[in-house]
């Protein structure tokens, strides 16, 4: 008869498979995912993803506001910083992991996350955010999907949207500022829809940015449906009589920019009009409209604008934006900084353009010094007498063309007749 076991002997297969389990829960409590919030995102986080999104979470508080920047350009980290913007309850993790999307993904780079669908919703989502910084980065970060090889037509309808919306200026203006970083090539009917519609707004800054962006779109517009260029065209003409003069003068940029949406020969009636017109951006614009011009009787209407030495600028102010910085919007003639500049290259090349159809003599030449930097006062007004002198031998009998030195930059230069 064999003698019983000690109790020692018993218990120890028992306590070591009490003790394997223990080590087994523990393990598995660390790597569990905890409950997962609705994100509405396809991605959901595995357990070791879940563990990752705490520490980076740890790192935010009010003394720290962004994550590392290795944990940044870390790819396998990208879809970890969206989900934290569509789950979290902190405003601070919020703005961080916005900020760091900025970076995380790219629209060409290899080296980066590529932006997906999740990327897509969560930036509009927060794009209506109450919340002004979680809209400014969200509206920041949107540059990656929208200048990819396909921008996501989503994305271009969410902006849309928002830009059509009754939301306050600064949250249109923007989205509408967001929607112009399409490449001109992809914005198709619904982008272009929008710009357009945000010319019958009341606020001059909207609709000096949707001028602009339409401006911009040139390339797609000459393939659009007749329709909607005859809807467009309806739509900027009265903007040339728009009370602000930025305005006035971005439509005369746009009717120059894509001249199927108004009659040449009513264009250049309207750009002659302006010329006296009482800001200088907007005289400064005229002249560069009718540069393209080939009628040799508009160099005379040029002569007294070449004196006018007020700036052709215009800025539009419109308060404050999401980062709550002043909204300025700028407005000038790229090469031209002041109006005689403007009448000057204007001259020069309406007169090329003539004698290169017969309609003046190739003699006497007009020679005027404009190098490639900006000319200073005194090389303006000498320019100015050179085209005094040639016009005096190509128009002679015609009386010289009054000499126009304004007294303040609102003051607006006579103009001779045509």
């Known amino acids: 008869m064999t003698s019983p076991e000690p109790e020692e002997k018993k218990r120890w297969p028992l306590a070591l498979g009490l003790g394997v389990a223990a080590v087994a829960a523990s393990v598995w409590l660390t790597l569990a995912p905890p409950e997962v919030p609705d994100s509405g995102l396809d991605f959901v986080p595995s357990a070791e993803e879940s563990v990752r999104i705490d520490q980076l979470r740890a790192q935010i508080n009010a003394k720290n506001t962004a994550f ?12 970890l ?5 569509a789950t979290s309850d902190n405003p601070l993790v919020v703005h961080a992991a916005l900020a760091a999307i900025g970076s995380a993904y790219s629209s060409r780079s290899e080296t980066k996350a590529a932006p997906d669908d999740d990327l897509q919703r969560v930036l509009v989502r927060h794009m209506s955010s109450p919340d002004p910084k979680s809209a400014e980065l969200a509206f920041a970060a949107a540059r990656i999907p929208l200048m990819t090889e396909a921008p996501p037509p989503e994305l271009i309808a969410a902006l849309a949207s928002l830009i059509n919306s009754d939301l306050e200026l600064v949250r249109r203006y923007r989205a509408l500022e967001t929607l112009n970083l399409l490449r001109p090539s992809l914005r198709n009917e619904t982008a272009r829809a929008a710009f357009s519609k945000s010319l019958e707004r009341s606020e001059p800054a909207v609709v000096s940015l949707a001028l602009f962006a339409l401006s911009e779109s ?4 000459s393939e659009a449906r007749d329709t909607e260029l005859l809807e467009l065209g309806q739509r900027v003409k009265p903007l040339l009589s728009h009370e602000n003069p930025g305005v006035r003068g971005r439509a005369l940029q746009l009717l120059t920019e894509i001249p199927s949406l108004m009659e040449r020969s009513e264009l250049e009636s309207r750009a002659i009009t302006a010329l006296s017109d009482p800001h200088p951006y907007v005289r400064g614009q005229a002249l560069d409209t009718l540069a393209a011009s080939t009628n040799p009787n508009l160099v005379r209407s040029f002569l007294p604008l070449t004196r006018d030495m007020a700036e052709a600028r215009y800025d539009i ?3 404050t934006n999401l980062k709550g910085e002043p909204l300025l919007l700028p407005h000038d003639i790229p090469g031209r900084r002041r109006v ?14 003539a004698v290169q159809n017969g309609t003046l003599p190739e003699e006497p030449e007009l020679v005027l010094a404009l190098g490639a930097e900006m000319p200073s006062e005194a090389a303006l007004k000498t320019a100015a007498d050179a085209a005094a002198a040639w016009a005096e031998k190509v128009f002679p009998g015609e009386g010289a063309p009054v000499h126009h030195t304004q007294k303040s930059p609102a003051e607006p230069s006579p103009v001779l007749t045509p």
């Not at 590392?68 to 396998?76: E, F, I, S, T």
């Not at 910083?81 to 913007?85: K, L, S």
């Not at 040139?218 to 517009?221: G, Y």
Request: no cysteine; aromatic share 8%; net charge neutral.
């Open 340 to 353: 005689a500049e403007a009448a000057l290259f204007a001259l020069r090349s309406v007169r090329a353009k």
């Open 81 to 85: 910083f969206t989900y934290m913007a």
């Open 68 to 79: 590392r920047d290795a944990d940044v350009r870390d790819p396998d980290n990208a879809k």
């Open 218 to 221: 040139k390339e797609p517009l």
């Open 317 to 319: 102010e419109a308060g």
